[in-house]
């Protein structure tokens, strides 16, 4: 039923959106045997500043490499979260991080705190990502938690293979407590 | 002049080639200040087989997001080789190690020993896609060997950013020694 999925990770640079990418990319299409294709755009503009890897899925071969409506944001920055808040879709789920972002924008959003899961799973703040793509892999139907065991273990810098699995254990186990709920809460739109 | 310019590295799992297009971007798009958009493709065909990392790098923002017509091709495959022969622009150059493609594709060629260098110099046969990049920083004129350097740096393993430099060096003198003669080989057409 789920022809095309989109996800976007954005940041700024050294909070692993890049890496967090690579890997669902290779989860969904390497391991999982879907369409797959994963961008990351720079631009003089983003010198320094924000980066976006965006992966499409699709369980036909995918015509728009782009994604044109979100179905998953997750935002490591309150700018990355404001930028990205008009390209969901109308059921879409943003994974915010309340440690990191703080004005909750308008449209679906799934609280996880990313970061706080990564120290107490990792000791790591840096594996914030890792414990996104654990949830993903609970929320997203065209890519299963196996695949992505797989890849992220194909991605994990050698002495954090370990660290890898437990980061995303922590975000498949709070996706799932909360997956019941999802689209749980909804910012008040104007019209409301 | 060169208002666009388009790469892509091509072979199968474990040669590097997702690493090399992302070091590509950062260089010439986080740290020299181009317009980049860097692509990975996966599909159910390439299980276990053939990836390609995508590099379109641009002075001016960048509207199609896939290369049209490669201006530089670095297939670690023969099987890659052929795919691609026939995307390449008519001035394009393909960096062919004759170590792992034996049968020269039409187009204009380069003969350059991307994996005997890296074992010179690094010790690694699994260092090639770097010495290719060390050779794109002399032969793409949107990329200089300081970025390309500095993205490496930021995206080596702990405990090679050496031998990352090392292999850019090794591709880039032997960049170097031919650039005079690029495009220096020219494989026989049907027309010839």
């Known amino acids: 039923m789920t022809a095309r999925y989109e996800v976007r990770f954005s940041g700024t640079g050294g909070q ?8 669902l990319a290779e989860a969904a299409g390497l391991h999982g045997g879907q369409y797959v294709v994963q961008t990351v755009s720079y631009g003089p503009q983003v010198r320094g500043g924000m980066s976006s890897a965006e992966v499409v899925i699709s369980e036909r071969p995918i015509d728009y490499p782009k ?4 179905d998953l944001l997750v935002p490591f920055t309150q700018e990355a979260c404001h930028q990205a808040a008009g390209l969901m879709k109308e059921d879409g789920i943003i994974l915010l991080d309340p440690d990191l972002v703080s004005e909750t924008p308008e449209g679906w959003v799934a609280s996880v705190p990313l970061t706080r899961l990564a120290v107490e799973a990792t000791g790591r703040v840096q594996m914030a990502n890792i414990v996104a793509l654990g949830a993903i892999s609970r929320l997203c139907p ?3 938690e196996a695949s992505m065991l797989d890849a ?8 954090l293979f370990e660290a890898f699995e437990r980061a995303l254990e ?3 186990r709070f996706a799932e407590e909360i997956r019941g709920k999802i689209p749980f809460e909804k910012a008040p739109t104007p019209e409301d």
């Open 142 to 144: 065209l890519v299963d």
């Open 170 to 172: 922590a975000g498949g």
């Open 16 to 23: 692993g959106v890049v890496l967090a990418g690579i890997i």
């Open 67 to 70: 994604p044109i409506r979100l």
């Open 152 to 159: 992220a273990k194909g991605r994990a810098p050698k002495g």
